[in-house]
């Protein structure tokens, strides 16, 4: 990983393969490694980053495995979607995708927002996937009881990302100081690391993304808690949580809570939000474990 690049270019990982591929009208960058013909893995990042969230797995996919990443729309490299932020909308755009790359069953990882869409595509369609791995992301079952004690975190930065989001975004140092108070372990995120994320985020249309991903989740997604019905989790769902998360309480990611046949959940202690890049070895193990217990 010799370079950081620029918000032109993506930033440098050495060995990977690189498209641009449409689907349902969304122009997709994906980033893959791992041999063509190995299992897919389809690794979603989150807000605000991109496909550089997955660096590690990329730089060095583990045997037999074909890490698939592509920046989310209007992300990264990735064109806008044709439609709001919807994250019902983004899972048919992604499932879309995958359809377009020929790959019909994958294991699933999601970070953030990632995350939130990966259980909406399992959700969706079971069967094409063998297991899902969400990273530091609420599951969809959440009550609005469960969610309360909780709220004050989401106004912390929710409303001025959704309101302001665009100038706050391309002209100030918000992105910046988010990592700075959103990372417990720095060690992977020097500065030439962050510069790749907010510089992608001075893109007029990455920073119209990201606001209105927020937009939409709290006009339209909050507002649904406990209207919307989300299916049971049918495939084995092995969840991580870095416990230090300021945005989003582990509590939000509880078994307790979650409607499904086979769901765990790992929470990990000095670690926040971007657990990825904060814990990359134990993601890649965890990744490893499912792919084990879920071989064919």
């Not at 069967?127 to 975190?153: K, S």
């Not at 509590?251 to 769901?263: F, G, I, K, P, Q």
Request: proline share 8%; aromatic share 10%.
């Amino acid at each position: 990983m010799a370079s950081t690049g620029s918000a032109e270019q993506p930033p440098h990982i050495e060995g990977v393969r690189r498209s641009h591929i449409t689907a349902r009208g969304v122009r997709f960058h994906v980033t893959e490694a791992g041999p063509a013909d190995g299992r897919p893995v389809v690794v979603l990042h989150g807000w605000p980053q991109h496909h550089y969230a997955y660096r590690h797995l990329l730089a060095d996919p583990p045997a037999g495995l074909r890490i698939i990443a592509p920046d989310l729309p209007g992300y990264g490299w990735s064109g806008p979607a044709q439609h709001r932020w919807e994250k019902d909308e983004v899972a048919s755009d992604l499932l879309a995708l995958l359809d377009s790359l020929d790959v019909r069953r994958a294991l699933l990882v999601g970070h953030d927002w990632g995350g939130y869409i990966g259980f909406l595509m399992a959700l969706r369609e079971p069967e094409r996937f063998d297991g899902f791995m969400p990273l530091n992301i609420a599951h969809p079952w959440i009550t609005p009881r469960i969610l309360a004690p909780h709220v004050w975190r989401f106004l912390l930065y929710q409303p001025l990302v959704a309101s302001l989001g665009v100038p706050l975004q391309r002209h100030t140092p918000f992105l910046n100081e988010l990592f700075r108070r959103g990372v417990v372990d720095r060690t992977e995120f020097s500065p030439e690391v962050i510069r790749a994320y907010t510089d992608s985020f001075r893109d007029p249309i990455t920073a119209r993304t990201a606001t209105d991903s927020y937009r939409t989740f709290l006009l339209h997604e909050v507002p649904a808690l406990g209207r919307a019905h989300r299916p049971r989790a049918t495939i084995p769902v092995r969840a991580l949580f870095g416990k230090a998360d300021g945005a989003i309480h582990y509590s939000l990611a509880a078994a307790e809570s979650a409607r499904a046949d086979d769901y765990t959940v790992e929470y990990v202690s000095g670690c926040g939000h971007f657990i990825p890049e904060e814990r990359p070895a134990l993601v890649r193990q965890r990744l490893l474990d499912l792919a084990a217990e879920t071989a064919v």
